[in-house]
Each structure stands twice: as structure tokens, then as C-alpha cells.
């Protein structure tokens, strides 16, 4: 299995909800990430997971919070979003630090926020 | 602070024509460099790293350290190269990866 799975695909939700993000990776990667990106701009960082410890949040508002559960999966918890917190949320692993190897990305949850 | 320019939003070009998707960096350290595409409604794909030094798809990138760049280069535009491309620096040691702006490649027939 060399691939990072998401699920939803798409989520629409309201402002008061509170949905959950997924993604799996069976690869043996011990980094895993996500990552925000807006329509025709490059992706944002938004956390990072390595050996299942929180790394780096990157001042990611607290109505985002990340859990890694065990080294396959990675969770994006979402509660009480904006209309501007609306993109497609990629989740990407990669072996250990990454730099030589690059990161393996998720096809991405297209989030809609109402 | 580490950046990754890439000055063109756009490049069209037709098919069989060379193509060059320029990448410039700053970063005092040791770069790593990335090239990664996005085709229309697919996942973000890693297409060449610098260290390997490899050729995918046709394509080529040769990190100069002199002129801070890493430009992505192919011989012969094909139509299934549009896409999106981000050019992206990673630093030894960290986890973090800093995209480009992206630049997006038409072939025309």
C-alpha cells in the first residue's frame, strides 16, 4: 500500500457543527501532516505528527485540533469553523523527517463551511 | 527565513516545444529541493527530488547552488504535462516544507 487515504472526499458543514476529518497511511511512515489549501495557492502547513507526538503547529486556530491516535492514522477535529476556514485539507506522510524522501499526499477533503 | 519563488503563474506552451518552469530559493543551509505536480482533480505528486538526481516523465531539475535556483526542465512538451507545478524546499533535519506559489503549465496541441 503506497498510498495516504481521506475521508470524506467533501464535507459540508455549518458553523455550530463538530465533524472529523481521517486519514490513513499503512506505508510505515512515522511523519505524518496536514496541510490547507485554498483554490490556486500552494499548500499551508497546518501540523505536524512525528512518532505520534504533536511537532509543529503552525498557530493553527484552536477550532482545529489535530490527534494522532496510533502511527496509521491521523484525525482533524473541526468545530464551530468560519465560512473562510472553507478548502481542501491534505493529509501527507513521509518516512521520518522527510528531506530526502519527500511526502506522499492524500487526494484531500474539500471542506465547505456554511 | 527560507523562500521558494517561482515567477511565473503561467507558462503555455505548445506541444513538442521545450519547457522551463523556473524555481528560485533562499535558504543559508543545505536545501533540499522538491518538484511536486498537481494534474487537474488529482492528489499533489512528488515528481523529482535533487538528491536523486533522476529523470520522471521526461522531466529534469539540476539544483545550482551558485544561482539559488532549480528549475524544472523538459525536452519536449507532451499534453499530459499540464498541470499544476510547485517547486518546494525542505531543510535537513526539520519537517517542514516551503511551497512555491506554483506555476501552472498548458501544453497547447
Known amino acids: 500500500d503506497t498510498e495516504v487515504t481521506q475521508t470524506p472526499k467533501h464535507l459540508v458543514m455549518g458553523m455550530t457543527n463538530k465533524k472529523s476529518l481521517k486519514c490513513e497511511q499503512h506505508m510505515g511512515h512515522r511523519a505524518m501532516y496536514w496541510y490547507k489549501q485554498k483554490a490556486k495557492k500552494p499548500p499551508e502547513l497546518m501540523f505536524v505528527y512525528s512518532y505520534e507526538k504533536l511537532s509543529i503547529n503552525e498557530s493553527v486556530p484552536s477550532r482545529f485540533s489535530p490527534e494522532c491516535p496510533n502511527s496509521s492514522l491521523l484525525n482533524l477535529h473541526l468545530h464551530a469553523l468560519q465560512p473562510e476556514d472553507s478548502a481542501l485539507y491534505l493529509c501527507a506522510s513521509s518516512q521520518d523527517q522527510g528531506q530526502y524522501y519527500g511526502y506522499t499526499f492524500g487526494s484531500g477533503t474539500r471542506l465547505t463551511v456554511v | ?109
Request: charged share 20%; hydrophobic share 35%; with cysteine.
Open chain 2, 1 to 109: 527565513a527560507q523562500r521558494v519563488t517561482q515567477p511565473e503563474k503561467l507558462l503555455s506552451v505548445f506541444k513538442g516545444a521545450p519547457v522551463e518552469l523556473k524555481c528560485n530559493y533562499s535558504y543559508s543551509g543545505s536545501p533540499e529541493l522538491f518538484w511536486y505536480v498537481q494534474y487537474s482533480r488529482q492528489r499533489l505528486q512528488l515528481l523529482l527530488r535533487h538528491i536523486s538526481r533522476e529523470s520522471i516523465k521526461g522531466f529534469t531539475a539540476d539544483l545550482n547552488k551558485g544561482e539559488t535556483s532549480f528549475h524544472l526542465k523538459k525536452p519536449f512538451a507532451q499534453e499530459e504535462d499540464s498541470a499544476m507545478y510547485y517547486c518546494a524546499l525542505g531543510r535537513a533535519g526539520s519537517y517542514q516544507l516551503t511551497f512555491g506559489k506554483g506555476t501552472k503549465l498548458s501544453v497547447i496541441p
